[in-house]
């Protein structure tokens, strides 16, 4: 069986002519400027990006228990970068304020300065409130800086479930470890 020309030529390739493109490397358009390289690598739990300087992390997790007692459980995280000079009892005063101005029939039960597991220092608020006539939450905030960052834990409960699920939750609150921020995408290449 004879093979056409252009078949055996599909495999050659002539001398000089361009290396495959590198796949770490997206093609730019034609046309267009060339795209300046992302400045940090942004890391999630089953994820990572590389993020350009204008863009900033907002992220809120959501770390979702059991329905027990007529709610959803579910502890969330946020954190605020860029805190220079920020003092943990400031940082608790000025998100205890904007709780209270945010949830009208809060009651604040407990304000305490703790320590997280690893001997990090926090600062702890239980409160209630009712988002609706016929409901009332316990929620469990605490407060902590890391560098130049702040983290703010929030779990929700039931009179009930603060018995039952609390101490749990508050060991997982507790464990809690800040990691450092990504460094910038040059310096891991």
Not at 42 to 47: Q, V
């Amino acid at each position: 069986m004879k093979i056409p020309d252009y078949y055996k030529n599909y495999q050659r390739r002539s001398p000089g002519s361009p290396a495959p493109p590198d796949r770490k490397t997206p093609l730019e358009p034609p046309g267009r400027k060339p795209i300046k390289p992302p400045a940090r690598l942004y890391r999630a739990d089953t994820f990572s990006l590389k993020l350009y300087e204008e863009w900033v992390d907002k992220t809120i997790f959501t770390l979702s228990g059991p329905v027990t007692d007529g709610i959803q459980h579910n502890m969330t995280i946020t954190a605020e970068h860029d805190l220079l000079g920020e003092r943990l009892r400031d940082y608790a005063d000025i998100n205890v304020q904007a709780l209270e101005e945010e949830l009208k029939s809060c009651r604040i039960l407990l304000r305490e300065d703790i320590r997280l597991a690893n001997g990090t220092p926090a600062h702890r608020v239980i409160y209630k409130w009712y988002p609706t006539d016929k409901m009332r939450i316990y929620q469990e905030m605490i407060l902590l800086l890391a560098g130049e960052s702040g983290y703010k834990l929030t779990a929700t409960f039931t009179k009930k479930t603060r018995k039952t699920l609390g101490p749990q939750v508050e060991r997982m609150m507790l464990s809690f470890e800040p990691n450092p921020p990504a460094k910038s995408v040059e310096s891991e290449e």
